[in-house]
């Protein structure tokens, strides 16, 4: 009688690169992410990065 081999499912952590919250658990072994609030705070940051050129330099018509 041959029995099939037991499968062993194998949970990885799902961790936030930037702060290291766990976010899940996964099956797949390529397991970092980034959380939502970490995601916000890089876009912001970027945003805010920008040069806005018609904000910064204001000049005069006459």
């Not at 072994?29 to 330099?57: H, M, W």
């Amino acid at each position: 009688m041959i029995t099939e081999p037991a499968q062993i499912e194998n949970d990885f952590e799902v961790l936030c690169a930037w702060c290291g919250v766990k976010i899940r658990t996964d099956q797949t072994e390529e397991s970092y992410r980034t959380c939502l609030e970490c995601f916000y705070k890089i876009v912001a940051d970027q945003l805010n990065s920008q040069k806005r050129p018609g904000s910064i330099l204001i000049t005069s018509d006459r």
